[in-house]
């Protein structure tokens, strides 16, 4: 699996877009780029996945960039429920152990009010 | 739906003491896994399944059973607690494998004195 590349932490204004990167310049052709978050020690949540095309959904927007190098998860209205750990994992989308999920240390977003 | 539940919360047990973490998804997942999360880290696989009868190894199996009799069922058995298995337990469960959206149980918390 391909290794990510996240800043460990980040603050956000409430009501601001909060933009969280992530490298991924190892990623395979067959790996997705999939963001689960982490609320104060509650099982991770799914968020947003996606292969090479932006993404949207109604929690986030998802950039990846034409390369596939790197992406950008996008909250476009941060709210004080939004602190958490965000990971970004690459990971293919079929079973087998290539497509477990990875998981880091992930960025530590604090939405400050 | 109640999807991913876990017991108990909450156990301390003694070093050498055996217990078994129960994990149940009402979902009709076939895939289910274990993690765990030591403090200030991102999650590792211990176990998965990708159906009833059939159970692989994940990143950090050492110490660990696991057995899958059912689809709804995937216990974490415990033989010979050590302190370095004090951790954060966390089951997901997921329709198909991959990074496909998994749904996380809310953790069971186990401390080894």
């Known amino acids: 699996d391909a290794k990510t590349t996240q800043p460990p932490s980040m603050d956000c204004a409430e009501g601001r877009a909060a933009n969280l990167p992530c490298n991924h310049s190892t990623i395979s052709g067959n790996e997705y780029v999939y963001w689960y978050r982490q609320i104060h020690s509650q099982g991770p949540q799914y968020i947003i996945h996606?292969?090479?095309n932006n993404e949207t959904n109604e929690m986030a927007s998802l950039i990846i960039t034409e390369d596939r190098k790197s992406s950008t998860l996008i909250l476009p209205h941060a709210t004080l429920r939004d602190t958490a750990v965000y990971y970004c994992i690459a990971s293919a989308n079929y079973g087998g152990s290539q497509g477990n999920l990875i998981f880091g240390k992930g960025t530590k977003l604090s939405v400050k009010p | 739906n109640a999807g991913v539940t876990q017991t108990p919360k909450f156990r301390i047990l003694k070093i050498g003491q055996s217990m078994t973490l129960q994990c149940t998804q009402d979902?009709?997942?076939?895939?289910m896994y274990w993690y765990r999360q030591d403090p200030g880290m991102g999650l590792k696989l211990i176990y998965y399944s990708v159906g009833a009868g059939i159970t692989d190894k994940g990143e950090v199996p050492n110490g660990y059973n696991v057995s899958r009799s059912t689809t709804e069922d995937f216990p974490l058995r415990l033989e010979l607690a050590a302190p370095s298995q004090t951790s954060v337990y966390f089951c997901a469960s997921s329709y198909l494998g991959g990074g496909e959206t998994q749904y996380f149980g809310p953790g069971t918390r186990l401390l080894v004195l």
């Open positions: 996606g292969l090479k």
């Open positions: 979902m009709n997942h076939n895939y």
